[in-house]
């Protein structure tokens, strides 16, 4: 088995997903997509992406304002509930932008566009084609009617989820099947983290994903893709530690049963699939020595 590490620039502004949406076409192409609009005169989108508009070290992707509308676009490779936040951070910043000019002191009311908040996921983690995260979930004192929600959809854009969508928006098609070619060669253990993306390139390229964007970009794609998945591997790796320990104070204490228990209920089903203790641990973003652990404990 090839090493896979490998020393990263992490000076990167920008993601693959945001590389190819900065294009106004293909962002025209996907606000089509989401919207069922056919517009074709991509300089109507305003874009208002907070380019310095920095909170826990992550900025938003992609801001504009399209039918008097301001539409975020974020774009995550971790299941994050806390995106209802950090948008209520990025639209309070782009608010005061418009509106810096004027008085909120006024008798007329100042006229805002909408906002619509949207994550396009496609991490690892097993979730439906469509989820919505809610700000008032965050609340310690839950209410029914929050004075203040702030509702994110997050749309998983994996391949093979949203197919609808993914028909309408060719590139966020195209995109899917580079990340889940990188992938594929990725978990095969054969090649390097560097091998197997420079493969997952040429091959993209030799059977037209991406082939143009990716031939423009090819260096600087492959370089930010190693540091992409760098990145996802040591973001799993921290919450597997935080779960592990917590699992282990959780049984000291018994707060941690009903947890375990449905833990235990996925590592079940997939075993009765037939799937090895590698691969559950993958797909259930897991340490596998949680896993046997659990295990262990079923057979005590």
Same mark, same amino acid.
């Given at each position: 088995?090839?090493?896979? *590490?490998?020393?990263?620039?992490?000076?990167?502004?920008?993601?693959?997903?945001?590389?190819?949406?900065?294009?106004?076409?293909?962002?025209?192409?996907?606000?089509?997509?989401?919207?069922?609009?056919?517009?074709?005169?991509?300089?109507?989108?305003?874009?208002?992406?907070?380019?310095?508009?920095?909170?826990?070290?992550?900025?938003?992707?992609?801001?504009?304002?399209?039918?008097?509308? #301001?539409?975020?676009?974020?774009?995550?490779?971790?299941?994050?509930?806390?995106?209802?936040?950090?948008?209520?951070?990025?639209?309070?910043?782009?608010?005061?932008?418009?509106?810096? *000019?004027?008085?909120?002191?006024?008798?007329?009311?100042?006229?805002?566009?909408?906002?619509?908040?949207?994550?396009?996921?496609?991490?690892?983690?097993?979730?439906?084609?469509?989820?919505?995260?809610?700000?008032?979930?965050?609340?310690?004192?839950?209410?029914?009617?929050?004075?203040?929600?702030?509702?994110?959809?997050?749309?998983?854009?994996?391949?093979?989820?949203?197919?609808?969508?993914?028909?309408?928006?060719?590139?966020?098609?195209?995109?899917?099947?580079?990340?889940?070619?990188?992938?594929?060669?990725?978990?095969?253990?054969?090649?390097?983290?560097?091998?197997?993306?420079?493969?997952?390139?040429?091959?993209?390229?030799?059977?037209?994903?991406?082939?143009?964007?990716?031939?423009?970009?090819?260096?600087?794609?492959?370089?930010?893709?190693?540091?992409?998945?760098?990145?996802?591997?040591?973001?799993?790796? #921290?919450?597997?530690?935080?779960?592990?320990?917590?699992?282990?104070?959780?049984?000291? !204490?018994?707060?941690?049963?009903?947890? !375990?228990?449905?833990?235990?209920?996925?590592?079940?089903?997939?075993?009765?699939?037939?799937?090895? #203790?590698?691969?559950?641990?993958?797909?259930?973003?897991?340490?596998?020595?949680?896993?046997?652990?659990?295990?262990?404990?079923?057979?005590?």
């Amino acid at each position: 088995m090839h090493s896979r *590490q490998r020393k990263v620039n992490r000076k990167y502004k920008d993601t693959i997903f945001r590389m190819l949406f900065k294009d106004r076409n293909n962002l025209l192409s996907l606000y089509n997509a989401m919207n069922k609009k056919n517009y074709t005169d991509a300089s109507a989108l305003q874009v208002v992406t907070l380019e310095n508009a920095i909170y826990l070290g992550m900025k938003n992707d992609l801001a504009f304002i399209m039918d008097m509308n #301001l539409y975020l676009y974020e774009h995550q490779s971790t299941y994050n509930p806390n995106m209802p936040l950090r948008d209520l951070f990025y639209i309070s910043n782009e608010y005061q932008k418009m509106v810096v *000019q004027q008085s909120l002191y006024s008798s007329t009311i100042q006229k805002i566009p909408a906002p619509k908040f949207i994550v396009f996921y496609n991490g690892t983690k097993e979730i439906n084609d469509l989820t919505e995260f809610r700000l008032s979930s965050a609340y310690e004192c839950p209410t029914e009617d929050p004075d203040l929600e702030l509702r994110v959809t997050v749309l998983n854009v994996n391949d093979g989820h949203n197919k609808a969508l993914m028909e309408q928006c060719q590139t966020l098609k195209e995109y899917a099947q580079y990340v889940a070619r990188v992938r594929k060669y990725v978990s095969s253990n054969e090649l390097s983290l560097e091998e197997a993306v420079e493969k997952a390139v040429t091959e993209c390229i030799n059977e037209n994903i991406l082939r143009d964007f990716l031939s423009s970009n090819r260096a600087e794609v492959i370089n930010m893709s190693i540091f992409e998945y760098d990145k996802e591997l040591e973001e799993k790796k #921290l919450r597997r530690a935080e779960f592990q320990a917590g699992m282990e104070a959780g049984i000291e !204490q018994g707060i941690a049963k009903g947890q !375990q228990d449905l833990l235990m209920q996925k590592i079940k089903a997939k075993l009765a699939k037939g799937k090895s #203790l590698e691969l559950i641990a993958d797909e259930l973003e897991e340490d596998i020595s949680v896993i046997e652990k659990l295990l262990n404990q079923e057979t005590i």
